[in-house]
């Protein structure tokens, strides 16, 4: 029975990621404010961005696929999952060093090769689960994998563009949207909805939308590349694709809340009120996403873009921590993962504050100084402050384990006595 447990201290390395990350992002909005010396922005950007995806998300999704699908062969794993953490722990150091050069190349070059082994290897366990044209929801989860690899082109690339001089360049920016795109749109979006449609749509009705879904989306996540390209290529080819992908993917979401809006009933009854809490949110999030998605095909939207930088932030924190973070946290309440008290349900919400406040923040700034020509008065400070919850809330949830862990070993002792 052992070895179908995920061992706690999987759990903290994977929270204790999303806690560094949220202080990282204050120590990022503090230089605004008061520059630090020997810190360049740059460089704890890029360890701000590869801990949040390859520490928190991917070790969480970890977690989830080996729990979910081969809960007996979670030990087989115990030696990839801690290389893998050995990997983030090192671009954590190094890339607030120097950004990009030998060492941080190193380093993320492990993980990829190890993220890889792992997709490899869930695979070949998990394919004699396929049955005829059914099981779209680990076919999402190997689309995942597969945009995976192809995002490592972007990194690559930049090691490649920065020998030959050519940092800071269009095919440089372009090098970290492509890596952007297909983490975002293609491992991160397909994992989670494979488990959104394990947990959600498959036990409660068999959609006949489910196959539309996963073709729509394959499609406009290859066509939604050129979205993030409007600001160098503008022509009305790239436009018209990017309109098309934008289209096709809005199309799929409104048909994934169809399918989950069937199951209304059953979920509720099913789950919590805080993972429907974060599942709910998390849904009204991914319609903004493919609402907000659909705007750079406009070349009068894309070029606003461009000219407001909190424009994107605010595009990028509220697809990770609208929508990534609070579905990870749901189904890690639903594969009883996580445990909820009373420090649980005050993390939540002053998570949830951030996030409102910093997004409300971060769009507010953009369109004041876009149409008005003004700023938020003590914006750089008001941000700061306001994303300064986010450390505190997860903090808030990590020790909420701690207590439940404790709780729950106490009871063990007292029924072993009786």
Known sequence: MGKTIIPKSWIYTSLFHLLIVALVGCLLRIMFINPIAGVTYKYFLHAHSHVAFLGWVFSAAMILLLKTWLPESIHKFKFLFWAIQFSVIGMLI????????????????????LSAVFAIRFYLLTKNHIQNDKSYDLKFIYWGFIFMIISSIGPFALGYLMAKGMGGSDWYNLSIYFYLHFQYNGLFTFILLGLLIHFLIIPGSKSPNIKLIYYLMIVSCFLSFFLSTTWVWKTIFVYSVSLISGVLQLIAFVLIISALKRNLKKIKGLFSRNTVLLISISVV?????????????????AELALAYRELVIGYLHLVFLGLITPLLLG?????????????FH????????????????LFSESI???????????????????????????????????????????????????
């Open 94 to 113: 190094t890339f607030p060093i120097k950004g990009y050069f030998v060492w941080s190349i190193i380093f993320s070059t492990l993980h990829m090769i």
């Open 285 to 301: 999030i991914l319609i903004l996403k493919g609402i907000l998605q659909l705007l750079p095909s406009f070349p009068y939207f």
């Open 331 to 343: 189904f890690l309440l639903i594969q009883k993962q996580i445990f909820q008290n009373l420090f």
């Open 346 to 361: 005050i993390g939540i919400l002053i998570y949830f504050s951030g996030f409102i406040l910093t997004e409300v923040l």
């Open 368 to 418: 004041l100084r876009a149409y008005f020509n003004q700023n938020i008065p003590y914006y750089f400070s008001l941000i700061f402050w306001a994303s300064c919850l986010f450390p505190i809330a997860i903090f808030m949830i990590i020790l909420s384990q701690y207590f439940t862990s404790t709780s729950f070993s106490e009871r063990q002792i007292i029924n072993q006595e009786k």
